[in-house]
């Protein structure tokens, strides 16, 4: 209804902070004062269509992944990396007892990501040393990496993802070199992802 001068002593508001609001009966009614440092929601479950509600936490959203031994890579083999360190996990992106090669969107955390990979591949041979990023399975990013020489060789694959719920990233490696290498264990070998927004 409209809310005019003899209609609105029945709606005033009653409080500091009240607020005169539509109804599901289309009629004027009032929405008392919230929490402190709650803000105005929308929710049609109500019978206002508002409501206050605790504002939704800020902060950083992702994972970041280690291994606590180094893994082998045999010559011209793919390599599916595990990894058993979590260094910090917001939201259950990463299970260190099942599926440990993948990061998994969890619900309610679609959109873009950041996804970071390293690797130091121990080696005394030359050769390619190759970083994959796989998306439910299939190539999605590569990054080469010739060894010149014997020794270690250092691989950063960076790229920004568009993932969508249940969606699950791994990384593969893969080296040429004629014999076997492996990828050192700790901070310098990983695998991460970071939430950018939807």
């Given at each position: 209804m409209a809310i005019t001068?003899?209609?609105?002593?029945?709606?005033?508001?009653?409080?500091k902070g009240d607020l005169v609001v539509g109804s599901a009966t289309n009629d004027a009614s009032v929405l008392a004062v919230g929490t402190n440092t709650h803000?105005?929601?929308?929710?049609?479950?109500?019978?206002?269509?508002?409501?206050?509600?605790?504002?939704?936490?800020?902060?950083?959203?992702?994972?970041?992944?280690?291994?606590?031994?180094g893994v082998a890579v045999a010559s011209s083999t793919n390599v599916t990396v595990n990894w058993d360190v979590?260094?910090?996990?917001?939201?259950?992106?990463?299970?260190?007892?099942?599926?440990?090669?993948?990061?998994t969107i969890p619900s309610g955390l679609a959109g873009k990501y950041l996804v970071v990979a390293k690797g130091l591949l121990e080696n005394s041979a030359e050769g390619l040393s190759i970083i994959r990023l796989y998306k439910n399975g299939t190539q999605v990013f590569t990054?080469?990496?010739?060894?010149?020489?014997?020794?270690?060789t250092h691989t950063l694959l960076t790229d920004i993802l568009d993932l969508s719920v249940s969606d699950y990233l791994e990384i593969v490696w893969y080296q040429n070199t004629g014999s076997s290498g492996?990828?050192?264990?700790?901070?310098?070998?990983?695998?991460?992802?970071?939430?950018?927004?939807a």
């Open positions: 001068k003899a209609t609105a002593s029945s709606i005033a508001p009653a409080a803000v105005l929601t929308a929710d049609s479950s109500t019978t206002t269509g508002l409501k206050w509600a605790a504002p939704t936490a800020a902060g950083f959203k992702g994972c970041r992944l280690t291994f606590s031994s979590e260094t910090f996990d917001t939201d259950a992106f990463h299970s260190t007892s099942s599926n440990t090669s993948r990061i990054v080469d990496m010739y060894k010149w020489n014997g020794g270690y492996t990828l050192q264990a700790g901070q310098t070998t990983s695998f991460g992802v970071q939430f950018l927004g």
